[in-house]
């Protein structure tokens, strides 16, 4: 079901050079979750350079019930900013970007970890940065360094900041591309399948209109075991129709699972009305402010 | 209306309209159009002094309807508000009669198919506006409602 991707977060190997596109910080989180926490499981290195600062990187990670503490503590983990790494005063080249993978790639194997993934937010390019023309020589070289290492990389692109031709350029230097599995996207509804916690997002309006949608992406969800998380953060509004649908779902699951529904308090009314509050196998998360 | 009345929600009544109100919006819908009637009910339900908690009930109120006229109806609609001191009053019209060489409109029957069932569109409408009532007449199916500005 996914759009113009080859892969889910899920199905990486554990070497590959992958191109990720996301639309929004959210996705981006929650695809890198998924990432970290199948790598960590596994017992590889990870190694994650964002373009946030550390603290704001690790805790989002966390929120995403990654045990991000112990990881960091064991040395299974690390943040990176690009400055310093991938970067050097603003500005790059793509030799010594090689030659930090190529280091981080040996320090994992002395550290005596089986494997590495390393998770590269490719946003610094959007700014303007000396030597950003030799991103596709740094993707090639990519390429040519994870040929018969137990590496994989996975490089993140916001897909609405990098224009076209860029992206095409760029990714022709990856084994695949993976993207969030995406059931319905326009300008004012996003429906998409979430990895960690693992459910589904939905974002902006939704109504009856899109019920068939909905009924898909729940069903691809539930498949999956354990709790499924409804994320509707944000989310502006929701009909009755939808919301049903969402409960009614909940209600046909095993007892044992849960529903969890993240959602602004004017989500949550709706939800509330339907005595969403009251019911076994639903738990209503209302979000204030970030 | 005594404070009484006002203070407690009466479904299916109260719905008449007050003195001094004017027609703050007239806009026609269908399928495609529920979103931009959502923003402007909305800004207009904003504008006439509701909380942003009832603004949010009265959007989710006349999306019901609207959607009711599109799904059950005559596939498209109008719908109108009245912005008066106190209150913000609504009505959905479907249209009424589609197909019908006499003009017979909506038969009495017609408000049984609005389903009105627990948690469905007209029992969510009735829950919470301050007063629904929903007739079929000759010119269609009209769905009215009002959202008080106090409301204990």
């Known amino acids: ?290 | 209306m005594t404070d009484d009345a006002r203070r407690r929600p009466r479904p299916g009544v109260g719905v008449a309209a007050d003195h001094g109100e004017s027609l703050a919006l007239d806009q026609a819908f269908d399928g495609d159009s529920l979103y931009a009637l959502r923003a402007a009910v909305a800004a207009h339900g904003s504008q006439a002094g509701l909380s942003e908690g009832r603004t949010r009930d009265l959007v989710l109120a006349v999306h019901e309807l609207a959607a009711n006229a599109v799904r059950h109806g005559a596939g498209q609609g109008r719908l109108r508000l009245w912005a008066a001191r106190d209150a913000v009053r609504c009505e959905v019209t479907d249209g009424g009669a589609t197909g019908k060489a006499d003009g017979a409109g909506a038969e009495p029957g017609e408000v049984a198919r609005w389903r009105a069932e627990p948690g469905h569109g007209l029992w969510l409408v009735r829950r919470i506006a301050d007063g629904a009532s929903v007739k079929s007449g000759p010119s269609g199916t009209v769905a009215a409602v009002i959202f008080r500005r106090v409301r204990s």
């Open chain 1, 1 to 290: 079901m996914a759009v113009g991707a080859d892969a889910q977060i899920t199905d990486l190997r554990a070497d590959g050079h992958a191109c990720l596109t996301f639309g929004e910080p959210d996705e981006l989180f929650d695809l890198t979750a998924a990432f970290v926490r199948d790598g960590l499981a596994c017992g590889l290195k990870v190694v994650w350079v964002s373009d946030s600062a550390p603290q704001r990187a690790t805790a989002e990670l966390a929120r995403r019930g990654i045990a991000v503490e112990s990881a960091l503590a064991a040395g299974q983990l690390t943040t990176e900013e690009c400055e310093g790494g991938l970067l050097s005063g603003q500005e790059f080249d793509a030799g010594r970007a090689m030659n930090w993978l190529i280091s981080q790639m040996a320090a994992g194997r002395r550290e005596g970890f089986p494997g590495l993934r390393v998770a590269v937010d490719m946003s610094w390019a959007l700014r303007p940065v000396t030597g950003v023309e030799q991103l596709p020589d740094f993707e090639e070289g990519v390429a040519a360094a994870l040929s018969g290492a137990a590496v994989s990389v996975l490089c993140q692109y916001d897909r609405e900041g990098f224009d076209p031709v860029t992206l095409a350029t760029v990714s022709a230097f990856h084994t695949l591309s993976v993207a969030a599995a995406t059931y319905h996207a326009d300008a004012v509804l996003r429906i998409c399948r979430q990895y960690a916690p693992p459910g589904i997002r939905l974002a902006g309006e939704i109504d009856y209109q899109h019920a068939e949608q909905l009924a898909l992406a729940l069903t691809e969800a539930i498949r999956l075991d354990g709790d499924i998380t409804v994320n509707m953060t944000a989310l502006t509004f929701i009909d009755g129709s939808c919301a049903r649908m969402i409960l009614n779902a909940a209600r046909g699951l095993d007892a044992s699972r849960t529903v969890v529904l993240h959602c602004r308090p004017g989500i949550a009314a709706t939800f509330g009305l339907l005595g969403a509050d009251h019911m076994a196998g639903v738990s209503l998360v209302v979000m204030h402010d970030r």
